[in-house]
Every structure is written in C-alpha cells, then in structure tokens.
C-alpha cells in the first residue's frame, strides 16, 4: 500500500475515512476493553460503575476526543506537541498550552511500560491452550496458575520483549502500511470472535444456576446481567467514580495525545465531532459485550467477581477449557487478544515517535525501535514488581490523563481562535455543534476539575472531600 501524503503538511495521512475510523476504534478497543474494564467494574460494583462509565463517556469522553481531533487537524504538524504550540500560536495564547500535549504523550509512554507487561500476560497463555495446560482443571487450579505466572518474572519477560518489538515494528512501517494496515486485518476478526465468546458465555450462563446474596437462585447469566446493568446506587461514591473516569480516559485512549496525533493525519472530508461519537460509543459497546462475554462465566463458576486484573485471566480459560476444541477455541481468542492490544500498543507509542521525528528529523525506523528500548527499560520494572505495574497505572489514570484532558477542553473551549474551531467543526448541524461546545465548556471541565482533585486527595493523601 502507498502511504497517503497531504500535500499542504507533507507528512502522512489516512487513506481513507474508513481507514481513520479502523485505525482510531484499533486505538481504543484492546486491553482496556477486556481486561482493565471487566476487572474494574468487577471490583467497583458493576452496574454502580458502569452507570458511571457511561456517563463519563457521553459527557466528558466525547468532548475531549472531539477536542482533541480539532487540535490535531487544525495544525499542519505531525506532533501533538507541535499542533498544540502551534494552535496557541495562531490563536494569541501563551504556548506554554502544549502542557498539555507533553502530559498526555509522557501518559501514553507510561501506559505502554505496563500495557506490555498484560500483553506478555495474555501471549504467555496461547502455549498453553495449545498443550491443553488447562484442560481437566478446576476453577481453583486455573488460577493459582496465573499467580504462578506472574510471581516468576522470567516466564513473562521473553513474551513482554517479542510484544514491544512487534509493536516498534508496526509502528516503524508508517501511518498507512503500519497502523492503518494493522487496523483494517486485525479488528473485524476481533469483533466477530468477542461477539462469539459474548453468545457462548451467555448461553452457558442461562444453563447453569448461580446462588444470589438472599438464597435464591436464578441463571448465572441473569446474575451477571444483573450485575452488569442494575446499579447499586449505594455503591458510587469518589472511588467509583475516579476509576470511571479513569476507564474511560484508558479505554477511549483520551488525554494520552494519541487522539491528537491521530487527528493530525485526518483529511479534510471527515467530519471530527460525528466521528468522536462513533468511536467513543463503538469503544463502549465493545466493553460492554467483553463484559458479557467474561461475567456469566465468573458466576456460572462461583469464581470472585472482585478478583481485580486476575479476571481476565481465569475466567476465559474456565470456560474455554470446557468447550468442545476448548484448546484451538482459547488459543486463538488470545491470539485475536493481542490483535486488539497490538492496536492500541501502537497509538500508544506513535505520539512520542511522532514528537521524536519532528524534533530531530531522525528516520521513523529509528525513533520507533529507539523509544521502544526506553518502554522495554521501564516497563521491566512492571514484569519484575506488581507495585510499580500498580504505580504506573494509578499515576497515568488518576493524574496525567484527566489533567491532560482537562487542559485539551479548557484551550478548545475558551482559548482556541473561534475561526480555527468554525472551520474544524464545518459541515455538522448547529446543534450538535452548539451541544458538544457546551459540553467541552462548561460541563467536562467542571466534572473533570472535581473527580480529578477528589481522587488525588483520596489517593495521595487520604482525604475524602465529599465525607
């Protein structure tokens, strides 16, 4: 394939509206979807989070994205650091604006350290569904297999090393052969396979009976229905409500300036706030049939529901290691597993190589596979220790990426020249455009402003602002 090159910027663009939208639903759905949604809303209260999640993604995560498409594309660099200097330039503001690009590209480094690290996770487990290492075990024995693993640090290194050169290797390849390229093969196999999983999950879970809290007893599958989509309103509290918004910033791959970069390869056709609504609403449909497709199995199996990271890893292995051709079944949704988590490792590392050619003029081969032996340095420690794995996920979550994406809707609501905007933003109706401007003026920065500050001082310094 030939890489598209804009003629006005002179650095690549997507080939296609198709291709944007592969490659920035390809950033958002991964990991994230999978094991990071399922293991918060399990330990958060399910519905009480979702119901949470939900609204942090139609009141704040399309916002920001919308935000930051406008950044990327109203500017002719490649970099997020550049296009928000650049937009501060144009539109008489102090450039110091391009905080906000440096946060969320330092966010996006440290999620790929730790990323990796689930990636290695999820390739380690594809041998074994190949031997059948889980066929004939208990519920019991499966997981206390993934405690083994993660606890022998050099079982995970060789799969944690092959992932962050697979991942410097697609990236190094360009816009159009590398990510755009890895979008379009990898995802529609991913979604077709998740929405199996999702029906034989659910199938499995209205045949077998789970006990609830008060005795009585009902399918496992309308346990975890609703458990999923009937919120306990006495579980949301700042907690809850940080580790929404937190999912939501992680899963939509907001605030890590991926979404600005992505947008500065955008041709002028697309229109960005109808596209921030697809892409955010696919990311959480995706989540939520992840959820359905993991939790039916969790209460079919009396497994714990609040068992954190661990889900992912014991319930799919539990169902599928029951399935008739379990083995060649579980191997391949792994595989299709880091498919969708090569996508989102990539968006993940090309603002930094973006920032990286721009800044030196080195070739893309060589920012990309130099920058991956920083990952490769820092992610180690993540292999090696669960605390610094949970220290890079609490620092990136609670702090960088809502403070990054607080800033992307505070310029583009309130300082961003009104011309740049009406031209970004052309060709929507007045009132989506008037609806979406006043959700990235008044209302993600106030709700944004507060979870952000009440999650700092609850974490950090063990103080809780709301009683």
């Known amino acids: 394939m030939v890489a598209s090159v804009s003629s006005t910027s002179g650095h690549e663009q997507w080939s296609s509206r198709l291709g944007f939208l592969m490659a920035a639903v390809g950033s958002s759905v991964g990991l994230g979807n999978l094991w990071r949604f399922s293991a918060e809303a399990g330990q958060n209260g399910g519905g009480a989070f979702i119901l949470i999640y939900l609204l942090c993604v139609v009141f704040i995560g399309i916002p920001v994205l919308m935000s930051e498409y ?36 330092v966010a996006a480094f440290l999620v790929v350290c730790f990323y ?111 458990f999923m989509f009937k919120p306990d309103f006495s579980a949301i509290n700042v907690d809850v409500a940080v580790s929404a918004l937190g999912q939501a910033f992680f899963s939509i791959g907001i605030g890590s300036a991926i979404m600005i970069t992505y947008g500065s390869y955008l041709p002028r056709d697309v229109n960005i706030p109808k596209s921030a609504i697809v892409v955010a609403l696919t990311d959480t449909g995706v989540a939520l049939i992840a959820g359905m497709a993991i939790f039916p199995i969790v209460f079919a199996h009396g497994l714990a529901v609040n068992s954190g990271a661990g889900l992912f890893f014991e319930t799919l292995p539990v169902a599928l290691s029951t399935a008739a051709g379990g083995q060649i079944i579980g191997a391949a949704f792994f595989i299709l597993a880091i498919f969708a988590a090569v996508t989102s490792s990539i968006s993940l590392l090309e603002p930094s190589v973006a920032w990286l050619m721009d800044k030196t003029g080195i070739a893309r081969r060589e920012a990309a596979f130099g920058l991956a032996f920083f990952i490769w340095a820092v992610g180690s420690g993540a292999v090696f220790s669960q605390a610094h794995m949970g220290f890079l996920d609490s620092t990136t979550g609670t702090i960088m990426l809502p403070l990054s994406g607080l800033m992307v809707v505070l310029f583009v609501g309130w300082r961003l020249k009104k011309s740049i905007l009406a031209e970004e933003l052309a060709g929507t109706s007045p009132f989506l455009r008037g609806l979406l401007m006043f959700l990235v003026r008044f209302v993600a920065p106030i709700f944004v402003s507060v979870i952000l500050v009440s999650g700092i001082a609850e974490k950090y310094f063990h103080v809780s602002l709301f009683g």
């Not at 996770?121 to 997981?143: L, M, R, S």
């Not at 697979?166 to 529609?188: C, D, F, H, Q, Y």
């Open 70 to 105: 406008v950044i990327g594309r109203g500017s002719d660099a490649a970099s997020a650091v550049k296009s928000a200097e650049d937009l501060a330039t144009r539109s008489g503001v102090s450039k110091r604006w391009n905080l906000l690009a440096w946060i969320g590209m």
């Open 116 to 226: 990796s690290v689930v990636a290695g996770w999820v390739i380690a487990y594809i041998p074994k569904f190949v031997t059948g290492a889980f066929v004939g075990q208990e519920a019991k024995d499966i997981a206390a297999n993934f405690g083994n693993m993660i606890s022998d640090p050099m079982k995970v290194m060789p799969y944690f090393t092959a992932f962050i050169i697979l991942t410097a290797w697609l990236v190094s390849r360009g816009v159009n052969r590398g990510i755009e390229w890895a979008a379009k093969v990898l995802m529609p196999v991913f979604f077709v396979l998740l929405a199996g999983l999702a029906i034989y999950s659910l199938y499995i879970g209205f045949s077998t009976e789970a006990l609830n809290a008060d005795g009585s007893r009902t399918s496992a599958a309308g346990k975890a229905l609703g």
